[in-house]
């Protein structure tokens, strides 16, 4: 039997943790770093909070400026790195204490060896925070943080542990020939694979935002060409997992057989919007950022994924559309060639109201009006006669079709709330009712 598949392997590291647990010298410094972890943890708890409440909001009361913000941003981050401070100096402390009574101190050696990382750990992600604001928050909790932690686990087994030999062991084999399933690549195959996805969206995200700010390229374009990179970096490491996991070809090809079967007979429509969500995405027909409207309903496209996009209405709900419908369907596209988009207010007024004081009247509120373009100005239109009536179209541009319904509401009102003042009114078309008697 080979040395890589022996329960052994698995149980030795835990009856060498169990052994150097019970030595008298290490629990004598378990204990010590127990007391300085929990001593620590409340004291720096206890100068965050005061930092906070109390030191915070009177630097905010009496300064201002560059100052302010200096001030704030060092304490924020002096109580960021309170706990590992203040664990390195316990730490030294006991460990000149054990040294003077003659006593073991390989266990606060490394402590303190490892607070030292931490100390560096959280001066970056704090300074990150500081700079950056909650965008570091993602790569804080999905990527930088359980890198960490991993780092942390494998330092403080190191000597106990032998992790090649571990990442060795068999854990199953079908026949002599083929490749054995090792622990090693399957924590590959599942903590690396999540690491390296977890990377990839990261970047892809620090490079759409930096694009969308440094460089003329517009949000979708920029998604346009990252998201097949993301797609062809993901399915890399899928592969290479697979291949760690030691799938010869022959298991390789019965499961791209069942695959194939799946796609013929269940997966039409997700092979279809994936071809769609590829076909828009190169041709950039539908980008992210683009105000569109599906099924009369507008909204903006927030996100387009190889399956389906998701498009913002003006009732803040997610509409998920799948590709093929965006793909094969009539698409009303906004902002496509451009962003200027045409509103268009309805009257109809009087005849004795109608002329060219009335017209002027409503192109001078529009132009009033925040959010309508003065180039191309507003116009008014006349555009038909109707009993002792004229209608107009008062037309105007603005630059966010979303804000469409919002000028439209803001001007009817506006007009209204000017009649009396000017003498303006409504038509009121006149009915004559003859009653006949019938015998």
Request: glycine residues 8%; hydrophobic residues 45%; contains cysteine.
């Amino acid at each position: 039997m080979s040395d890589y598949n022996d329960f052994n392997v698995l149980l030795d590291p835990f009856l060498k943790i169990m052994l150097y647990l019970g030595r008298a010298a290490v629990q004598r410094q378990l204990v010590t770093i127990a007391v300085i972890l929990v001593a620590a943890g409340f004291i720096s708890q206890a100068i965050g909070v005061g930092i906070k409440r109390f030191v915070v909001p009177r630097i905010e009361r009496s300064l201002a400026g560059r100052l302010q913000a200096f001030l704030k941003h060092g304490l924020l981050i002096i109580t960021d790195i309170a706990f590992p401070v203040m664990c390195l100096y316990a730490t030294d402390y006991a460990r000149n204490q054990f040294i003077a009574d003659g006593e073991l101190y390989g266990l606060l050696d490394n402590l303190y060896f490892l607070l030292w990382v931490l100390f560096i750990y959280r001066l970056c992600i704090s300074l990150a925070y500081q700079i950056l604001g909650t965008k570091t928050s993602r790569f804080h909790y999905r990527l930088i943080g359980p890198l960490f932690a991993l780092y942390i686990f494998g330092y403080a087994l190191l000597d106990l542990v032998d992790f090649y030999q571990l990442a060795n062991f068999e854990l199953l084999k079908f026949s002599e020939e083929d490749v054995p399933l090792t622990l090693g690549a399957l924590f590959l195959a599942t903590v690396g694979l999540y690491f390296w996805i977890d990377l990839i969206l990261g970047v892809e995200h620090i490079i759409q935002g930096s694009g969308e700010k440094y460089t003329t390229f517009e949000s979708g374009t920029i998604a346009a060409i990252l998201t097949p990179v993301r797609y062809i970096l993901i399915s890399m490491g899928i592969i290479f997992a697979f291949g760690n996991l030691g799938l010869d070809e022959d298991t390789m090809t019965v499961i791209t057989g069942g695959l194939s079967v799946g796609i013929g007979f269940g997966m039409q429509e997700v092979l279809s919007n994936f071809i769609s969500g590829l076909l828009l995405m190169f041709e950039q027909s539908v980008r992210p950022g683009d105000v569109i409207s599906v099924d009369g309903q507008m909204g903006r496209v927030t996100k387009m994924n190889i399956r389906a996009a998701t498009v913002q209405t003006l009732d803040d709900v997610d509409l998920i559309i799948p590709n093929q419908q965006l793909f094969t369907s009539t698409v009303t596209a906004y902002t496509q060639s451009s962003k200027m988009v045409r509103f268009l207010v309805s009257l109809e007024v009087s005849e004795d109201t109608a002329g060219l004081d009335y017209m002027k009247y409503c192109i001078g509120l529009a132009e009033q009006h925040p959010l309508v373009m003065s180039e191309p100005g507003p116009n008014i239109l006349a555009t038909g006669f109707g009993d002792s009536s004229v209608t107009y179209q008062l037309e105007g541009w603005v630059v966010d079709p979303m804000k469409m319904e919002d000028v439209v509401s803001d001007l009817n009102k506006a007009i209204w709330a000017g009649y009396d003042e000017h003498g303006f009114s409504n038509s009121t078309p006149e009915r004559n009712l003859n009653v006949l008697s019938v015998p």
